[in-house]
């Protein structure tokens, strides 16, 4: 079946702009996660997503950062104003009930801020 | 808080020779830990995983321990190939009131020298 799919593949915008950055997760995946990796670095948590609890936030690193996830599917993460340092790969995983399962992550959204 | 520890950050091996990565963990209820493979500018994939209640697992040339006592697990690659050079990422998860705690560790860069 199909994956776990992000879009856009990648994304340039200007320093003050917002960005907002799709994933969609695997079919009857009810967990849902966003990391950030920038180049040749590891995989740094944002928020998780599972079934109709309240996110787990305590990953995103400022304000500026939000996401949403409607209906238990789609999720959107959105950076306001978005930064230089914000440059990253944006990855998206979904897992099939909680954090004791395989993670399958998406190909990512590269985030380019000049 | 928790963390993950990974060493060592970057491992170069002649093919043929084992590769053996390592991790500590800090929460002792801990009681998922898998491993994903990162190849150069594709999405982290689990390859191997192990659960607190099994001490080792095997499937083919890689392999998983488990010390929970000490709080630590490794993965073991034999006769390593050109095409095991990527960025290896281990991570330690539990179930905890409802929501999940799962951390990665750092990442190991590993070459195969051919």
């Known amino acids: 079946g199909a994956g776990v799919s992000q879009s856009p593949s990648n994304k340039v915008t200007e320093k003050g702009k917002d960005v907002e950055l799709r994933c969609d997760p695997i079919s009857g995946h009810t967990a849902l996660y966003w990391y950030r990796q920038s180049l040749g670095q590891g995989l740094e948590f944002l928020i998780y997503?599972?079934?109709?609890?309240?996110?787990?936030k305590s990953g995103l690193p400022s304000d500026r950062f939000s996401a949403e996830r409607t209906g238990g599917s789609v999720s959107t993460l959105t950076i306001q104003r978005t930064q230089q340092e914000d440059s990253a790969v944006y990855l998206c995983?979904?897992?099939?009930?909680?954090?004791?399962?395989?993670?399958?992550f998406g190909p990512g959204t590269r985030l380019t801020v000049l | 808080g928790e963390n993950v520890e990974q060493h060592p950050s970057t491992l170069s091996v002649q093919e043929g020779d084992s590769a053996v990565i390592k991790c500590t963990y800090s929460?002792?209820?801990?009681?998922?830990f898998p491993w994903y493979k990162q190849e150069l500018g594709k999405r982290p994939q689990l390859i191997i995983d192990?659960?607190?209640?099994?001490g080792e697992k095997k499937d083919q040339r890689i392999a998983v321990t488990l010390n929970k006592t000490a709080k630590h697990f490794s993965l073991h690659i034999t006769e390593t190939q050109p095409e095991d050079s990527a960025v290896y990422f281990c991570a330690a998860s539990k179930q905890s009131s409802g929501t999940y705690k799962y951390i990665f560790g750092t990442g190991t860069r590993l070459k195969v020298l051919a």
């Open positions: 929460d002792s209820a801990s009681n998922y």
């Open positions: 995983a979904s897992s099939l009930d909680s954090g004791v399962d395989t993670q399958y």
């Open positions: 192990i659960r607190s209640n099994v």
């Open positions: 997503f599972q079934g109709n609890s309240a996110p787990d």
